[in-house]
């Protein structure tokens, strides 16, 4: 466990190549602190240095072989050395970030929405999924077995096999059929 005095608002936490990060989002300039997950190497308050018109910042996340986290203007993304190539602006992620394989997931807290892109933020989709309410986190499970697009179709009753009437041995072709048979059956009797 670190004992580090100096987190300014950490909003969110990613792990990924053996590193921790986490957002110091009211620090003035706001930044993205980082250390081993072992404690080497040592804690860095500012590994990534941003700009105050950037705040706030939260949900670094890894993937790729690079750091994922939001901004007010949208996501941004450094390679693990802490060089900040751009973002995608425009794109809320303040529900949360994750990857998964060669794709960037976020959740759009105000929106109701799960965005997603490449990871190097071509072929955006900032609705993926919608109707969500406000969702604050989010996570994909690789495992997991699609739903149907498709509607599920209605259960069929099981066939029944034709009953033989006891007296006289005559095969019913529907469990109607052997009811009525039965009956008739039962009237003659009391005849």
Known sequence: MYAYPDLEGPRGIG????????????????????AGVDGTPAPVKNFVLLSDSLKPIAWPTVGGGRLYFATIFGLFSTD??????????GSHAFGGI???????????????????A?????????????????PTGIAVDGGATP?????????????????????????????????????KCKKKRRK
């Open 15 to 34: 792990v990924g190549s053996g590193l921790v990060y986490w957002t110091n989002g009211d620090a003035s300039p706001p930044s993205v602190g980082r």
């Open 80 to 89: 693990l050395n802490g060089t900040l190539p751009g973002g995608l602006v």
């Open 98 to 116: 994750t990857t998964f394989g060669s794709r960037l997931y976020w959740a759009n807290y105000t929106e109701g929405t799960v965005g997603r």
């Open 118 to 134: 490449n990871l190097d933020f071509s072929s955006p989709d900032f609705a993926f999924m919608r109707g969500l309410g406000n």
């Open 147 to 183: 739903a149907p697009s498709s509607p599920v179709a209605p259960a069929v009753a099981p066939k029944v096999a034709p009953k033989k009437c006891k007296k006289h041995k005559k095969k019913h072709r529907s469990a109607s059929a052997a009811k009525k048979h039965k009956k």
